[in-house]
């Protein structure tokens, strides 16, 4: 059954008439409160997709706009806005694998390519601006693992190799990749999915001359936890490795546009969504990491000390699991994290069209923006001037959740809000 059409069907077998199936459109004639969808800042129309639909952005101290798209079919996966309708590949076509070249076959096994020199299926985007020591920077999260279509119109996340998987970065100064990490296969699993990043780089406070990169993996089939990067050596680990706060909530039913949502795979068994830790943001002092699953209303956070810590101490991954706070629920399910410099932790919440936000002042989980046209809000971005911007994707209408079949609808969308009280973007720890 096609995505969000049971109306459509019961009525087309006698069991509803046409015109009760029609919803509340017109206010005019109730003397009844109604809810109309909205509140918060005004959103406005920032960039539209008519080529390929994002989940990455990320937005330059100048204005400029750079969008990631993670891969099966599309010609590119990092991208830089042209005007407001149109994309290009960033920094070039060539640093793009060619889709021929994306996945390989080992005894029958699908993985994705090994390469570290071009860019696989980037997932996650983040600026960090210019310090003495470093250019302003795009830093892009590659999982290395694209998306397949298989012969019988199933769908395959295809098994990473060592390599793939890396953590690129690119001066904005000269469009050139600077520095590349890559990550062993006790670090970076076959099947993990880096999801998002943040990064610290005061050497006082990271106990590293370049300071840290932290990384969620979220992977759907295999073992969550954070993966934390030392920017000086190269060195990585992992920790609080399957803790409750990082895993899927089981047969979890969200709802997408007020209808309940099972995911629908070709070939596959009607099932649920099952993505772990997705969301992260960091603290303006650096001292925590707020996080959580894709698939749980909860929100968790831990002390950045307990992920710092190098894994030579046996103790330190008893003492992560130990440190984990929970901040309670926050009225549903959330995707992307971002954070601006008043300690505003905002949460993306596809279920409610809607950008939430936990207040660390209070305790408390409120609302910032909804609004009809947030269908799916898929990463989030801070720019210098002060804006949130916004990527609308229409993820729950993807082919691979509704048997094939694509209903999205372009064109897709930035949308972006000036943040209240002049919070702005995170510069404390850069």
Request: hydrophobic share 30%; proline share 8%.
């Amino acid at each position: 059954m096609r995505f969000f059409d049971a109306v459509v069907a019961l009525g087309a077998a006698g069991l509803v008439s046409a015109q009760s199936s029609v919803t509340f459109q017109d206010s005019s004639q109730t003397i009844l409160r109604t809810d109309n969808g909205t509140y918060g800042p005004a959103l406005e129309e920032y960039h539209y997709y008519y080529d390929q639909w994002p989940i990455g952005l990320a937005i330059s101290s100048t204005g400029r706009f750079f969008v990631s798209y993670t891969r099966g079919t599309y010609a590119y996966t990092l991208g830089e806005t042209v005007n407001k309708t149109a994309e290009r590949p960033y920094p070039s076509a060539e640093v793009n694998l060619p889709v021929s070249a994306l996945n390989t076959t080992f005894n029958g096994i699908p993985f994705g390519s090994a390469s570290s020199d071009s860019f696989i299926s980037v997932q996650a985007l983040y600026i960090t601006p210019e310090t003495s020591t470093r250019p302003e920077t795009l830093w892009v999260l590659d999982t290395g693992r694209p998306t397949v279509q298989n012969a019988d119109g199933s769908y395959t996340n295809v098994y990473a190799q060592p390599g793939g998987p890396k953590l690129c970065a690119i001066s904005l100064t000269n469009d050139t990749v600077y520095r590349t990490y890559t990550f062993p296969p006790s670090v970076h699993y076959p099947d993990s999915s880096m999801n998002d990043m943040r990064f610290d780089f005061r050497p006082n406070a990271t106990n590293s001359t370049a300071g840290v990169a932290y990384i969620v993996d979220s992977s759907n089939e295999g073992r969550t936890g954070f993966i934390i990067l030392d920017l000086a050596s190269g060195n990585s680990w992992r920790r609080l490795e399957q803790d409750p706060s990082t895993l899927r909530v089981q047969n979890d039913v969200p709802s997408y546009q007020g209808h309940p949502f099972y995911q629908r795979s070709p070939g596959m068994p009607i099932t649920h969504l099952t993505e772990g830790l997705d969301g992260i943001q960091i603290s303006p002092d650096g001292s925590r990491i707020y996080y959580s699953a894709l698939t749980t209303d909860y929100l968790y956070s831990i002390p950045t000390a307990n992920l710092r810590a190098p894994p030579t101490d046996p103790s330190v991954e008893l003492n992560a699991h130990a440190n984990v706070s929970s901040h309670g629920q926050r009225g549903g399910n959330a995707n992307g994290f971002e954070g601006d410099n008043l300690g505003r932790i905002y949460q993306l919440m596809p279920e409610q069209n809607a950008i939430y936000y936990y207040d660390p002042t209070d305790g408390q989980t409120k609302g910032m923006v909804r609004d009809p046209r947030i269908i799916w809000p898929d990463g989030a971005t801070i720019g210098q001037d002060g804006y949130l911007y916004i990527n609308i994707n229409q993820l729950p209408y993807q082919p691979m959740w509704n048997n094939g079949m694509d209903l999205r609808v372009h064109p897709g969308a930035v949308l972006r809000f000036r943040i209240p009280n002049n919070g702005t973007k995170i510069t404390s720890l850069y």
